[in-house]
């Protein structure tokens, strides 16, 4: 037996395990895919197998080029700037993949902005410990201004600079809910001749409907048909709390994809987002390949807005992926490759890494939601680079 399909075996037989030794022989689908991710011995992020790029199960912007994290690496200086240049500027990446963003953020700002540089601390807080040794490799401490860090360890109020993540929301494991006879239910994961499949049963916590409520969803109105079914992220309550809780000033920048509430919970999107990403292909059923898929689900910004306002983070603003880094370079980026100096090959190469990341279909759709705490009025009245209004017909 292949070592991958062993481990994938051995996952089942602990998550049968640990719904034959819950109350009522059924767990949460947050908790099923809590241990097809994260299980520290055998969940996908703690397998060898996993690889963030093209040859992996996915890839994210990092993963392409450069490009992604250089420009975000310059909105990332302007904050310091409007901030009035604090000696210690601290860069908090929650769950940094296999450390590229970290490094090409830092790389570029050691030769760009010398000044800059001199003033950064970066934490990485990760939960897969393979990334962390992955991170730890890429990036070692006597060349990086870099450390780890869990949650616990970071004092209160302690961090003046910004947080950022890519595809961190969206690798949350999720509650899902499904109407039934004019009734809301949570999906449970049991076993059933062997095999694990869900039933239905009443919510597992009181927060699914405190989520509902501050989204403005209402299951119960008639526009949303008989087994409707969507997730709820209610780990994004936690992060939340966890950076107004650790941020003295500054910002939180979120890139990921997803969709406001209205969009999210449209009673059109009957089967919700769920998706499984398994040798670069994509399917909707998170009961296959147990452990050697990714199992993602959309972010629903309005949600991220509106805890995040419950914990005093105040929302800045809001734009799309294609935008931002249109607005921060990447047109120059594209006229300059046509300045002769680049072999043709290359050209292309370059060419089509610059478009990927700004597609509307794909990367450049992403959204890039910027929120912030005890930033002043003259904070707030800065023009971000990264924010400008664009045209977007002149971009797409
Ligand atoms: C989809 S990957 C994205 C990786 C990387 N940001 C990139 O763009 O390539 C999700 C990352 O978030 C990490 N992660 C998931 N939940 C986390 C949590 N609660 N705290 C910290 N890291 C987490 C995963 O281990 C992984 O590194």
């Given at each position: 037996m292949l070592k991958g399909s062993n481990n994938s075996a051995l996952l089942f037989e602990k998550i049968v395990d640990r719904i034959y030794t819950s109350s009522h022989k059924q767990i949460t689908f947050a908790e099923y895919m809590e241990m097809c991710l994260?299980?520290?011995?055998?969940g996908y992020y703690n397998s060898r197998a996993i690889a963030i790029g093209k040859e992996g199960d996915f890839f994210t912007s990092s993963s392409i080029s450069e490009d992604f994290g250089e420009l975000l690496a310059i909105q990332i200086e302007q904050f310091w700037q409007i901030l009035d240049k604090p000696t210690q500027f601290t860069i908090v990446e929650m769950g940094a993949g296999e450390g590229q963003l970290a490094k090409i953020i830092l790389d570029y700002l050691a030769i760009n902005n010398k000044d800059f540089y001199s003033h950064i601390q970066y934490l990485i807080i990760e939960k897969s410990t393979i990334l962390k040794e992955k991170q730890q490799q890429l990036l070692p401490s006597e060349k990086y201004p870099l450390q780890w860090a869990k949650w616990d360890e970071i004092p209160s109020e302690s961090i003046v600079g910004c947080f950022i993540s890519n595809e961190l929301i969206d690798a949350f494991p999720v509650h899902r809910i499904i109407k039934k006879e004019g009734k809301l239910q949570e999906i449970y994961v049991t076993v059933n001749h062997g095999k694990v499949t869900e039933k239905y049963g009443a919510l597992s916590t009181q927060k699914i409907n405190e989520y509902l409520t501050i989204n403005n969803i209402d299951f119960n109105s008639p526009l949303y048909p008989d087994n409707y079914q969507t997730e709820i992220n209610l780990y994004a309550f936690d992060i939340l709390e966890k950076i107004a809780q650790t941020l003295k000033q500054g910002y939180v920048l979120t890139v990921d994809y997803g969709y406001d509430s209205e969009k999210y919970y449209h009673p059109q999107r009957y089967e919700g987002t769920l998706k499984c990403y398994y040798q670069h292909r994509h399917h909707n059923?998170?009961?296959?390949n147990i452990g050697l898929q990714d199992i993602t689900s959309h972010v629903n910004f309005t949600a991220l807005e509106k805890i995040g306002t419950s914990f005093d983070l105040e929302k800045i603003d809001f734009t799309q992926q294609a935008l931002f880094l249109m607005a921060l370079g990447l047109g120059d980026r594209l006229n300059n490759l046509s300045d002769g100096r680049i072999l043709l090959s290359k050209l292309w190469q370059r060419r089509n890494q610059l478009h990927e990341l700004i597609n509307p279909q794909g990367l450049g759709g992403f959204g890039i939601l910027l929120q912030g705490k005890n930033l002043n009025a003259i904070h707030r009245q800065t023009s971000l680079k990264g924010f400008v209004k664009l045209d977007e017909s002149t971009i797409f």
């Open positions: 994260y299980d520290q011995q055998y059923n998170p009961y296959v």
